[in-house]
């Protein structure tokens, strides 16, 4: 037991290790991050989103789809917009997710999950934006169209375990004993674990940052990280026709 308890403890030791060697965003990957300025985004959002509706009550749900919670990011409260984004949009954020769920098992760290913080803004929730916030664009947004998004990259939450098997428990230790101590170890891992999204944010968002770059340079959407505003702000950047699963890693997508 007291074997199997070093085992553990240097377990998720090896993960502050592999945080820390995960490279920062560089100067050049922060000037990729902020290739695509707001016209841009307001430009492709017209081409390939929805007439923005005044009001909430105006809006057609039939040519946008929900976004509710995956295992790679989490759908936030939103006062200022609502969960909902054209296909594309929706192919751009799974690409996404997908791609920093890969880039974190490269680097064989437990999973996280990132947050939606914002998405389809009508016209009446742009004017209610801009009153409080006065950094916001007046007049029509990119997320007015259904294309665009913000994703934080200020936290992140702990979702699983690395793929890396645990040190297993001793099998000839009573089954009673066996099952307290390896509960206490998915306890204490999970609480370091959760610990470590703070304690790492920094490497967690170089992670997402060359996330958005390597989408970016493939043409799946173009993206901003916001100074003013901890947030990527994403627009789909070709029509795509379905969502790709997290599995698929890629985006599947189908230009006109």
Do not use: C
């Amino acid at each position: 037991a007291a074997a199997y308890h070093a085992e553990t403890i240097a377990y998720i030791d090896r993960m502050d290790e592999r945080f820390k060697a995960v490279p920062l965003l560089t100067a050049n990957e922060r000037a990729m991050l902020r290739r695509s300025r707001n016209a841009r985004h307001v430009e492709v959002g017209k081409e390939l989103g929805i007439e923005p509706p005044p009001e909430r009550t105006g809006i057609d749900t039939t040519q946008l789809h929900p976004i509710a919670d995956t295992d790679e990011y989490v759908v936030e409260d939103m006062d200022y917009s609502v969960p909902y984004l054209v296909p594309s949009g929706v192919a751009a954020l799974d690409s996404i997710g997908a791609r920093f769920a890969r880039n974190l098992r490269e680097a064989g760290l437990p999973m996280y999950r990132f947050f939606l913080t914002s998405g389809l803004r009508t016209k009446a929730d742009q004017a209610a934006l801009r009153r409080v916030n006065g950094n916001a664009a007046a007049g029509i947004s990119s997320h007015s169209y259904g294309t665009t998004f913000d994703i934080s990259y200020s936290r992140f939450r702990y979702a699983a375990p690395p793929a890396d098997a645990p040190p297993e428990a001793p099998a000839d230790l009573p089954d009673w004993w066996r099952e307290e101590i390896v509960d206490e170890f998915e306890t204490r891992a999970a609480n370091r674990f959760s610990g470590m999204a703070e304690d790492y944010e920094s490497r967690l968002v170089a992670l997402l940052g060359r996330a958005h770059i390597a989408l970016e340079d493939e043409g799946v959407l173009i993206t901003v990280m916001e100074r003013r505003q901890p947030v990527f702000h994403s627009t789909a950047a070709r029509r795509m026709t379905a969502p790709p699963s997290a599995a698929d890693e890629t985006a599947v997508a189908q230009a006109d």
